[in-house]
């Protein structure tokens, strides 16, 4: 992929969260802090379970810190039930995590702070278009669609207007983001052609995804972040909204994008098509024991039909073998979302 590397704007922020994100700085280069970070939309299953597992794995083979963060801006999504059955679940498997769970819709103004900021400096531009007019204009270039900035350079309009706001992109400047990936070479995606000006407020009023995750790894002092290689597009906005953030010189966090669990017929697990969960396995006798096997199995960590804990299995892994092992499978079909 040809290009040259993008350049970053630096923004100002307030002095409380300069601090912030300098504690985060802090706890990454001292502590290798990793987290889970699962959305209450529905159980889990045994494709979120094993990226869990994976996640806790290289965080305590590190030492590490390992957090919990439910993902719950998307408050028409979220399931009432749907936290208390993934904490249930990840405490029947022995996957403990450390201090207090953190919910994003909790850290609301902490958002809210880095959004104006990034507006303040011009990084941000009000976008009308509705869903069907993207579905008409847009063309699929990369791995996703790409918002063909139809409302850039317009005069920004930041009011309502037939009753309705507009949503606020970030205004994505041609070049190459790059990150620091485990389990390939490296991570890079073309801002222009395969990330575009993404979406950091929604018309609705509800604040993206990509947003609160970029603020919370870097202000939280995430080291590691383990989540499925269908999340490989969604590092490029995420880091782009860091660098425009962390002070000069800090760190980002490293990106381990495992591949995804597959059915039968090659399709990948899902919480919308109902995927294999605890619920299930445990209808048909598993115990954690057995779970937890078939988890590390899935990965050759351990032969077929092993029992064991999580304990267990943490002593007879290293870092350098799991790495080995889970660079042997590729994860360019699933971050490419085929």
């Known amino acids: 992929m040809g290009g040259s590397l ?3 704007t630096a923004i100002t922020l307030p002095e409380h969260l300069q601090r912030l994100l300098a ?6 280069r001292q502590h290798h802090r990793g987290r889970y970070a699962p959305s209450p939309t529905g159980p889990l299953h045994l494709g979120n379970l094993r990226t869990a597992l994976l996640s806790w794995l290289i965080t305590r083979l590190q030492g590490g810190e390992w957090l919990l963060r439910i993902d719950d801006l998307d408050t028409p999504r979220n399931r009432p039930d749907a936290e208390a059955s993934i904490l ?3 405490r029947w498997l022995g996957l403990d995590w450390d201090g207090p769970l953190i919910r994003q819709s909790e850290r609301r103004g902490l ?3 880095v959004l104006s900021s990034l507006r303040g400096a011009g990084l941000l531009y009000p976008c009308r278009c509705s869903r069907r007019l993207l579905a008409d204009v847009s063309a699929p270039h990369g791995r996703s669609p790409v918002y063909p900035r139809l409302c850039r350079g317009l005069e920004p309009r930041w ?3 037939a009753g309705r706001l507009p949503s606020w992109r970030l ?5 190459l983001l ?3 990936e485990q389990l390939v070479p490296c991570g890079v995606l073309d801002l222009e052609r395969e990330v575009g000006d993404v979406v950091l407020r929604r018309a609705d009023g509800f604040l993206a995804y990509h947003l609160a995750t970029a603020v919370d790894e870097l202000s939280l002092g995430m080291a590691d972040v383990v989540r499925g290689a269908d999340l490989w597009a969604a590092t490029g906005p995420q880091v782009a909204v860091m660098r425009h953030l962390r002070p000069h010189g800090s760190s980002l966090p490293r990106y381990w994008h495992t591949p995804l669990w597959r059915d039968g017929a090659g399709e990948r697990l899902s919480k919308r098509q109902g995927g294999t969960g605890l619920a299930d396995l445990r209808a048909r006798g598993l115990d954690a024991a057995a779970v937890l096997g078939l988890l590390a199995a899935s990965l050759d960590l351990v032969p077929p039909a092993t029992r064991l ?3 267990e299995l943490l002593q007879e892994q290293s870092l350098p073998r799991l790495q080995a092992l889970l660079r042997q499978t590729p994860v360019a079909q699933d971050a490419a979302g085929t």
Not at 23 to 28: D, P, Q, V
Not at 171 to 175: F, Q, S, V
């Open 23 to 28: 504690e985060g700085e802090r706890l990454r």
């Open 159 to 161: 009011g309502p207007e």
């Open 171 to 175: 205004a994505m400047d041609p070049g």
């Open 6 to 8: 993008v350049a970053v």
């Open 309 to 311: 804990s999580s304990t």
């Open 178 to 180: 790059c990150w620091q």
């Open 111 to 113: 958002y809210a702070t």
């Open 88 to 90: 249930n679940d990840l």
